[in-house]
């Protein structure tokens, strides 16, 4: 599509308009805010992995100087319609998962608060936890839940299996008898975090009518308000949420934790409460992604058309049901176009915190399964990686494993780049091993709002509700400077809170420049039929004759008006003359959000003697659909590859027996640092979304997919052999390389 | 509500006053040096309140002092202070390699390796190099100083022969002879501010043939303290250095080791890189000593 | 409990504060001065989002007690710009989108300021073990290190 490229703003890099305040210190996180006559709450966590909950007792606390309140799980509303993230944010009869709030105080000083917690009596009495996806799913396990059976299904016993979700196409049976070869690949991924640097923050007061309001980091603001009011049973009118700069989420910050509790010790108290989590906390009590078990199986003939595939994918939920192995089962096929295939996936409940979205949530997962067994295909059928996925690519027209039929899709398009670029050409260095591996996310779209507000001046205001956790105003003006056809400096994107914007979804499925972007452009969309309606009037003519270009009102080629152009900024000035200010709305439930597929590869290095792999160059390419910002686009694909390649090599929860998180801190959960990683190459591939103004693609998520398999099958590679759990550390890799020489 | 309390002496008599005092009240005391344990540690296992004795203000505890026969390092100059003297880092390059691998640039802008060596981690980084180029501990007290090899100070994990009124002034080595290198690694699982899984510290003279004469090899994160492995000192000794004595002298120090399994590495992966670690260590060692031999440092 | 009476410097301007004895310099800015600006992402010097320079040497500020501060000149990233005009960094990093979601943002560039200060022509390795104490969970550190590059090039040409 030729036209992509004749955009004016899309496409550029210019600098963001919160950019200024985030470099100099300005900008307020969710930490950052201090009310007068503030207290500090502080939660007491159970030290059990799974315990009843006899008796809580803050008596003590409260009666000490300078604590003005404390509550547990009796102060807020219990019935049968109570929901498990209720349950999550404090506990009520049982504490779930080592670190699961219990009870929580508000005192004058973090450092009071912390002591009177100490003086809080909780009476547990332990039971023996479930801390594994293989053991949870085992006849006669221990229950997390005695009342929860799998699919609802009450006339099965109690199960920690929460829910079955299959996809099946064809016969597979059969699928697999007609394959000359067939692989299979058995693996688990560990517990990974989204590792954001800002814990988890919230301020709350409450008025004596009983009207809250909460700041807070978070990724959405509209949702924050209905479930903190579906924990406190309150009205959504009665609370508003005031979203601050966001340090960072990745999926992590869609649910709460902390701000029912602080409205809840407000309340108590009288004053504004603030809370703020610890790294420990973060790690202890907030939602990682889900551990999982997976297996892949994949046949073909000698040619390479794939002629079956199968996979059964186990996923640990944490204490309550929602994991993210639906999202696993629908990624897991879907670069291929396939006859035959079934796909069987598990939630599964262990006593662990209860799982969040992390970017792509359930898809790194499951594709590090299938991508891990496409390349042990590649390497039996003796064919290039590319060419076998090539050979049997999903392209426009092909049914998804999950439903659809995809239209216009970048994958074809990603591996031939792949087989073009530079780094894929390149022989590899000596000793080093090179791996390949597809990604995909669907990318959803869902309901958002906006607004854009002609200023007296002819500048514009875009008004919406996705905090921008990367760039995202900066993409917004971008877009409705396009649409208005005005320089991007002339438009400002504002988040505003639920009281000052629309209802809008969470942001995240990489939806925000997606389908916020679509209400924005059709808000602009608006100004600009208004404006011809105000230029119609001065001019005297019908609206259908004045045209919109350049960010001015024209008469249409061939109508008889003696009138200058009015630009935005002459209507803008007019406007009170011409009908009063100019407010342009859109809301939108979008539809058709568009797939993104990606091909990464990788070159590392293994020190056989400590196991150690280094990763020498790493290459992400990707369908981005149009790029609106190009910097923020290849800044997406950067920061999920480094988060895969982390996951992949050395991210990882480790439990003691009893459920003990032991790597609760940055310490030695080990997230990538500077020196651990080489530039990430970038090549953004823009297959225009057709059911975007704009040809807008998610982007945010497909990156944290395919690294995981990527790097897997480079140390397949190097190595000569696959280790097919994952991380990579260094223990596990020296140990398998002994093992290996012993064998 | 008794609270944390905190002292900045600026004199030795000064800062033993407040340990006698504290010691005679029963009230905890704790050394800050650089504080990146203790703050830490204040955080997270250990709130009981104390009264914090903040030690770097002590003109001893600041001194670097480089003679012909002997350099003394002060216990709380900070690593970044150390790694940016370069007639320090010429004479002990693995000594101040070992310190610049305690954590970060803004870690190194505080953490010296006195307080490395008083938070007796088993995996202090400096703590075997300090050993293996024969470091002796200085210590203040109220009896005057008194001195002890730095691998009989670490007594247990987080535990040192420091008594109730006494504090690290400093570590005295002997000024290196011609012909001698030292060299610290020690594995981690990223390049950066990680815990060591396993370290070794090398120190070796060579004669004019470059055959090993004295040698002396510690290894950490491998045992509850830091430990001096005689049986690797004395494979190299005699030796060219070559691989077979490298070999041995690898093989030894996994023949001494006595690791533990947690988070950070299993028994058999330790042992088994702490020898390829003091391998490693010994060859830079002697290439850094062959490059000494003759010449003054 | 008492609190301790401060004096140093902050971004040239002499101030005072009261701290406790325990408490951090990071918390002390933020609680005692208001200068929000210096952010808290772990409080066990793991992160390095609460970088500041202490007589001109990068720390964290989570890693020193404010009672250490007596007498010191700290520059937190409230100081880096000078009036209106944004430190060279300050500016590659906007230009090189360095940036998303801006929580360690202050941290990189007080860090990124200490390193040119002291070696203006880093090459990447240098840069990278220099900033190994940020962390940056959202770019990949690829366009920080970008950045940094290029106002390292800005300096050079300058000079």
Redesign the interface.
Known sequence: MAEAHDYKAIGT?P??P???D????????G??L?LPNMLHGKMLRSPHAHARIKRVDVSQALAM?GVYAACAGGDFPTNERTTDLAKNCMARDKALYHGHAVAAVAARTP?IA??ALDLIEVEYEPLAPVLDVDEAMADGAILVNENLHTNGDASKPASNVAAIVKFERGDVEQGFAEADVVVEVDCRVPTAH??????HACTATINEEGEATVWCCTQGHFDVRSLTANVLGKSVGEIKVIPS??????GGKTIIYLEPIAVKLSEMSGRPVKM?M???EVFRATGPTSATHCRAKVGAKRDGKITAASAWLAYEAGAFAGAPVGPGCMSILAPYDLEHFSIEGHDVLVNKPKVAAYRAPGAPQAMHAMESAIDDLARELGMDPIDLRLKNSADEGTQAPYGPVFPAIGFRKCLEATKAHPNYTKPKAEGTGRGVAAGFWFNIGMQSSAEARLSEDGTVTVVEGNPD???SRASMCLMAAETLGVPYDRVRTHVGDTESTGFCNVTGGSRTTFATGLAVVQACEDIIAQCKQRAAATWDIDVEQVDWADGQAIPKPGVNVDANPLSLRDIAKNAGRTGGPILGRASVNAQGAGASFSVNFADVKVDR????IDVLSFTGIQDAGTAI?P??V???M??????GLGWA??EEY?YDENGVM??A????Y????????P??DTQIIEVPNPSHPYGVRGVGETPIVAPLAATSNAARDALGFRIADLPL???RV??AI?NQADA | MEGYAYARPTSVAEAIGVLQSDAASGRRSQLLAGGTDVLVQMRSNDREPRTLVDVKHIAETNRVDIGDEEVFIGAAVPSAVLNENAQLKALFPGLLESADLIGSTQIQGRASIGGNLCNSSPAGDTIPAIIADGGICVIAGPDGSREMPCEEFVTGVGQNALGAAEFLLGLKFKTPASGSGDAYLRFIPRTEMDIAVAGAGVALTLDGGGTCTAARVSIGAVAPTALLVPEAAEALIGTQVDAAALAAAGAACSAAASPIADKRGTVAYRRKVVGVLCRRASAIARDRALNNIGGSQ | MSRVHVTLSVNGEPREMLCEAHQSLLDALRDELGMTGTKEGCATGDCGACSVLADGRLVCSCLMLGVEAEGMDITTIEGIAQGSELHVVQRKFLEAAALQCGICTPGFIVAAKALLDQNPNPDETTIRYWLAGNLCRCTGYDKIVRAVQDAAQELAYEA
Not at chain 1, 23 to 29: K, M, Q, Y
Not at chain 1, 245 to 250: C, L, N, Q
Not at chain 1, 609 to 612: N, R, V
């Open positions: 890099r600098v963001r919160d950019g200024v985030k470099v100099t210190g300005r900008a307020n996180f930490a950052d201090n100087d450092y912390e002591r989204q590792g954001y640097i800002e814990p700069e966001i340090g960072g989420g990745f703020v610890t790294r420990e956790i990367g760039g003697e400590t196991g150690k910002h910097a923020y290849e800044g997406q950067q920061g999920g590859a480094v988060q090599l050395n480790i032991e790597n801190g940055f310490l030695d080990r997230v990538p640092v500077a020196s651990d990683m530039m990430i550390s260094p223990p020296l140990e002994d």
